[in-house]
C-alpha cells in the first residue's frame, strides 16, 4: 500500500519499487511507473496501484479419481503482473487518494481465476486416474496438467498476468482410505518385522544348541579327566600303601635285629654281671669261713647298725658293756669311785 500524506489541502503519494502507480488527472496520465513519488489534489486525481512482484497463491481443493475415491489437492501458484496497465483496465486496482486503501479486491479476483483454472484442470486429470495411480504419480501429473492449462489460459496474458511457477505439495485421500491403503504396507513390514525376528530366533535357539552342545563336550571331557585323576589318585594311593609296607617291613626288621642284638648284648652282660656276682659272693664266703666268731658278730652287728635308725645316744650298764667287751677280748673299764 502506497505512504500518503496532507499537506494543506495537497497530498503526497510515496510507493514501494514493487508497486506500479498509475496517476490519471482530469482523465490523462499524469504519472506512470514503480516506485513514484509525487504531489496531487485528491479531487482531481484517479490513482491505481499494481503490486509487480511475485506472489504466492497457496490452494487446496478437493477432487474425485476414477474410482470415485475423494482426495485432497494442496498446491501453491506463483505468478506475477507483468503488464500492469492491462490489469488496470481489467481489474480494479484503484486506491483510495486519500488513504491508498485499494477500493475493491483485485488479488482475490486473481486467486479465484488462478484457482478456479488450476481446480479445472486437477479435476479433469484425477477423473481419469484411479486413487493408487493418483498416490504414486499424480503429483507429477497434476502439476504438468495444471502448468499446461495455466499457460493457455487466454484470460491470463490478457489481463497481464504471468504464471512463473507450478508446485503441488500433495495429493492425499480421505483419513480411512488412508489407514486402509497403509494397512498392506504395514501388514508386509510386519511380516519382515517377523521373518527377522523368527530369524534372530532360530539363530539365537541355533546358537544356544551349539553352546549346550559345547558345554556337554566340556562336561564329558571333565569327567573323563576327572575318572583318569580317580585312577591315578587310586595308583598313587596303592603305590604310596605298598611303600608304607615296604617301608615299615624294614623298620619292623631292623627294629626285630635291634632288639635281638640288644637281648644277647643283654644276656650276655647278665652272664658276665653273674659270673662277676658268683666270684663275689664266693671270695665274701671264703673270707667269712676263715674269720672266727667274735669278728663275724662285730661285722654282723655293724650291718645291723648301719641298717637301724639314727642313734644319738646309748646308755649301757656296766654288766652289760663288761660282757661285750669280754666277747670282744677287751679289757673291762675300772670303776669309778
Do not use: C
Not at 136 to 149: H, I, K, Q, T, Y
Not at 199 to 224: C, F, G, H, K
Request: aromatic share 4%.
Amino acid at each position: 500500500m502506497a505512504d500518503i500524506t496532507k499537506r494543506f489541502g495537497w497530498r503526497h503519494l510515496r510507493s514501494a519499487p514493487t508497486a506500479h502507480i498509475r496517476h490519471h488527472k482530469r482523465g490523462r496520465l499524469a504519472h506512470d511507473g514503480p516506485g513514484l513519488s509525487f504531489w496531487y489534489r485528491s479531487l482531481s486525481a484517479a490513482l491505481s496501484e499494481v503490486p509487480v512482484n511475485d506472489r504466492e497463491l497457496a490452494m487446496a481443493f478437493h477432487a474425485r479419481t476414477s474410482d470415485f475415491q475423494d482426495v485432497t489437492v494442496q498446491a501453491t501458484v506463483t505468478y506475477r503482473i507483468s503488464d500492469p496497465a492491462e490489469a488496470a483496465a481489467r481489474l480494479d486496482f484503484s486506491v483510495d487518494p486519500d488513504t491508498g486503501v485499494w477500493r475493491g479486491a483485485p488479488l482475490e479476483q486473481i486467486a479465484t481465476l488462478l484457482t478456479e483454472t488450476a481446480q479445472q484442470h486437477t479435476l479433469d486429470v484425477l477423473a481419469r486416474t484411479p486413487l493408487a495411480g493418483a498416490l504414486v504419480d499424480g503429483v507429477a501429473s497434476v502439476r504438468n496438467r495444471v502448468a499446461e492449462g495455466l499457460a493457455a489460459e487466454p484470460r491470463l496474458p490478457a489481463t497481464g498476468i504471468d504464471v512463473v511457477a507450478v508446485r503441488v505439495v500433495a495429493i492425499r485421500p480421505e483419513a480411512e482410505v488412508e489407514r486402509a491403503l497403509r494397512t498392506p504396507a504395514r501388514e508386509q513390514i510386519q511380516q519382515e518385522a517377523d521373518r527377522a525376528t523368527y530369524e534372530r530366533r532360530a539363530v539365537a535357539v541355533e546358537r544356544e544348541r551349539t553352546i549346550a552342545e559345547n558345554e556337554l563336550a566340556s562336561q564329558i571331557e571333565l569327567a573323563r579327566r576327572e575318572e583318569q585323576l580317580v585312577e591315578q589318585r587310586g595308583t598313587n594311593t596303592r603305590r604310596e600303601a605298598e611303600e608304607s609296607a615296604a617301608a615299615d617291613g624294614v623298620r619292623a626288621e631292623a627294629e626285630a635285629a635291634r632288639k635281638v642284638r640288644l637281648a644277647h648284648a643283654e644276656a650276655a652282660a647278665a652272664r658276665e654281671v653273674g659270673a662277676a656276682r658268683a666270684e663275689s659272693q664266693a671270695a665274701w664266703l671264703r673270707v667269712h669261713a676263715e674269720v672266727d666268731t667274735g669278728t663275724l658278730h662285730a661285722l654282723a652287728a655293724t650291718r645291723f647298725a648301719e641298717n637301724l635308725p639314727r642313734i644319738d645316744s646309748v646308755t649301757l650298764s656296766p654288766d652289760v658293756l663288761t660282757g661285750l667287751l669280754t666277747r670282744l677280748g677287751r679289757p673291762a673299764p675300772e670303776a669309778r669311785a
